[in-house]
């Protein structure tokens, strides 16, 4: 895969956008209630606020390359963009300005990882397309297992702002990369009457349920660890790289044994996994039980994140673009329900109360999945 030119570049493309990505959200939240005293509800409107461009952009920009768009062109003008959101988030204090080029930021960076698992599945035909995603989806986690804990690093030691220009470099590197990338020729294809699945909407709610304890988890969990644990102040990081280290065997191990499983038999075990989980994380907060529990995390977030693209595009067969988008705005439509549900229940409750919602989120998409399982596929 690293041989192969098309494939590398994106892969670094797909590390360059974890990085970024994995740098700034868990910090952010940090940033914004330490530094700058924002009260939990306002930093969940501010997520949900980024979440919704997110969606929106992806989703026009979904059906527009589906139909003849460059998909590099595309990437390209997002990250021009992103590099203009990060610094904007850096430099202003005021919230309405921070809101401003979160909206930016975040509604250039969310579409460009749906765009590129559809020029990759596009160029990819064979049996190791699976994999490849898979390969693809864990090089985030990568990204996660470094990000983090260096992220808090260079939070304590340069500050925000600092943090953002070296993500806005960081974006600079990943526009030059994208000078070597092509579309593929089926990028293009003639308007086709859409297969409806009976199961999508299942498959849409459990992966939505899953990313929303996931993002109340992102947002919370530093805070109820700045709380509890205030000795240990890279611990948040340390935590979410660990989990992201542990993703990577699980995501690449699912894609390379997909064949060989019902489609929705490793999900299912995934969403179990998220109970156990957040039902530990509630009622043991001391840092062994907080390391070990990470594998639990692991499985939840890393099967469904490796799986659940190839299931999308199983399921939407012609439609790679759409089918890519489904799945990240079904992630971002997940983070939107958990920025302003975590923002509310931690306002009110706190960051224990946050824990509860999530192990609900987890039972919600076990149950979805289950249905799914179920059901037959049709046209419509």
């Not at 749906?114 to 390969?135: G, K």
């Amino acid at each position: 895969m690293l041989i192969e030119p098309m494939k590398s570049r994106l892969i670094f493309l797909s590390i360059s956008m974890g990085l970024a990505g994995a740098a700034v959200m868990p910090v952010l939240s940090t940033h914004l209630a330490v530094n700058l005293a924002i009260e939990p509800i306002w930093i969940g409107i501010l997520f949900a606020s980024n979440t919704l461009s997110g969606v929106a952009a992806s989703h026009w920009l979904a059906k527009h390359s589906d139909q003849g768009l460059s998909r590099v062109r595309i990437v390209r003008a997002c990250l021009i963009l992103s590099i203009i959101g990060v610094v904007g988030l850096g430099l202003t204090h005021q919230y309405w300005l921070l809101l401003i080029a979160g909206i930016v930021m975040f509604g250039a960076i969310s579409p460009i990882q749906p765009q590129v698992f559809a020029l990759a599945r596009e160029q990819i035909q064979d049996d190791s397309a699976t994999l490849y995603q898979s390969v693809l989806r864990a090089t985030m986690s990568l990204s996660w297992i470094v990000g983090p804990p260096l992220a808090y690093i260079l939070f304590d030691q340069i500050g925000f702002f600092g943090l953002t220009i070296i993500c806005a470099v960081m974006f600079v590197f990943a526009w030059f990369t994208t000078s070597h990338l092509e579309d593929s020729p089926l990028s293009v294809r003639p308007a086709v009457q859409p297969i409806v699945d009976g199961r999508l909407k299942w498959l849409v709610l459990a992966v939505a349920a899953v990313f929303a304890a996931n993002n109340m988890y992102i947002v919370y969990m530093p805070i109820f660890i700045y709380e509890t644990l205030p000795s240990v102040k890279v611990l948040p990081g340390l935590l979410m790289g660990l989990a992201a280290g542990l993703e990577i065997p699980l995501m690449i191990g699912a894609g390379a044994y997909a064949n060989r499983w019902r489609l929705f038999s490793p999900l299912k075990l995934a969403a179990a996994c998220g109970v156990v989980f957040y039902f530990v994380l509630y009622f043991f907060h001391n840092l062994p039980t907080l390391i070990v529990i990470q594998i639990f995390n692991a499985m939840f977030i890393g099967v469904t994140a490796g799986l659940g693209i190839s299931v999308f595009q199983t399921l939407m067969e012609g439609r790679m673009g759409m089918a890519s988008t489904l799945y990240s705005n079904a992630i971002k439509m997940g983070g939107l329900a958990g920025a302003l549900g975590g923002g509310v229940i931690a306002q009110f409750l706190g960051p224990l109360g946050v824990f509860i919602a999530c192990g609900v989120m987890s039972v919600v998409a076990y149950a979805a999945l289950h249905i799914a399982s179920q059901r037959k596929w049709s046209f419509s």
